[in-house]
C-alpha cells in the first residue's frame, strides 16, 4: 500500500454512460497525475495537477475527459460518453515536488465499457 | 518528444542473475525511473537514476549512462515472485515532473 487510493476499483458500464473516477494521494503530496493502461502497454500519461492547478493535459485526451482536483487534495476523472475503446485500467499517482519527483502509484481503476 | 524501447519478454532461472536494458531518446533529461508492475496491480517504486552511475539496493541495482542513452535493471539471486513487468521511464525537464513510460518487460522466473 503506497498510501494513495482510488474509488472504485472496478467498472463496468455500459457505452454512452457517464463515469467518475477518484483519487485521493499521499497527504503531503502536491503533484497529482493521471495516466491511462491498457494490456501489454506502459502507462500513458492523461493529465497532471499542482495543488489545484492542471498543468498539463495530454494531446490525445479527447474532450470527453475531464479531471479536477479542487482543493489541491483528491482528484476526479470523469469520463463523458463512454466508448469501449476507454476499456482500460487508470492509474492516479501522486509526487512530492520537492522530493525527487519519485511517483507513488494508486492500486487503479479497471474499466470496462460493454 | 521520448521514444523508450525495452525488450517485450525474457526468462530467467531462479537464483539467477537477469539484466533489463533500457534505451531512451528524449529532449531534455531529468532522471529515469525503474518500476516493478505485477499483473492486475499498481506499478511500484524500485530505482532512480539521475546521474551517472550504479544505483545499489538490495538485490536490485540501476546503472545509467546519460550519453548513451542507456540504462539496466540488474535483478540479482532471483525468486519467483520477481515475475512481473519491468517498466522504465524518463523524466524530461521540459515538462516539470511527468514521466514517459516504455511499455515495460515481462520477466519470467522459472524453478
Known amino acids: 500500500d503506497t498510501g494513495v487510493s482510488q474509488d472504485p476499483r472496478h467498472k463496468i458500464t455500459k457505452r454512452g454512460q457517464n463515469v467518475t473516477f477518484r483519487c485521493d494521494p499521499i497527504?503531503?503530496?502536491?503533484?497529482l497525475y493521471w495516466y491511462r493502461q491498457t494490456l501489454g502497454q506502459g502507462p500513458e500519461f492523461l493529465t497532471y495537477?499542482?495543488?489545484?492547478?492542471?498543468?498539463?493535459k495530454s494531446r490525445l485526451l479527447s474532450d470527453r475527459f475531464s479531471a479536477e482536483r479542487p482543493k489541491g487534495s483528491f482528484s476526479t476523472l470523469e469520463i463523458q460518453r463512454t466508448e469501449q475503446g476507454d476499456s482500460a485500467m487508470y492509474l492516479c499517482?501522486?509526487?512530492?515536488?520537492?522530493?525527487?519527483?519519485?511517483?507513488?502509484f494508486g492500486p487503479g481503476t479497471r474499466l470496462l465499457v460493454l | 518528444g521520448q521514444n523508450i524501447d525495452q525488450p517485450t519478454e525474457m526468462t530467467a532461472t531462479e537464483g539467477a542473475i537477469v539484466q533489463i536494458n533500457c534505451t531512451y531518446q528524449?529532449?531534455?533529461?531529468?532522471?529515469l525511473f525503474w518500476y516493478q508492475q505485477h499483473a492486475g496491480e499498481a506499478p511500484t517504486f524500485l530505482s532512480y537514476?539521475?546521474?551517472?552511475g550504479l544505483e545499489e539496493k538490495g538485490r536490485f541495482s540501476s546503472f545509467l549512462s546519460r550519453s548513451k542513452g542507456y540504462s539496466y535493471l540488474l535483478l540479482k539471486e532471483l525468486q519467483m515472485k520477481d515475475s512481473a513487468s519491468y517498466l522504465c521511464?524518463?523524466?524530461?525537464?521540459?515538462?516539470?515532473?511527468?514521466?514517459?513510460f516504455g511499455d515495460g518487460t515481462t520477466l519470467t522466473v522459472k524453478p
Open positions: 499517482a501522486s509526487s512530492l515536488s520537492a522530493g525527487g519527483e519519485t511517483q507513488y
Open positions: 497527504s503531503e503530496h502536491n503533484r
Open positions: 495537477f499542482q495543488n489545484e492547478a492542471q498543468l498539463e
Open positions: 528524449t529532449s531534455g533529461f531529468n532522471g
Open positions: 537514476n539521475v546521474l551517472d
Open positions: 521511464a524518463v523524466r524530461s525537464n521540459t515538462n516539470a515532473g511527468k514521466s514517459t
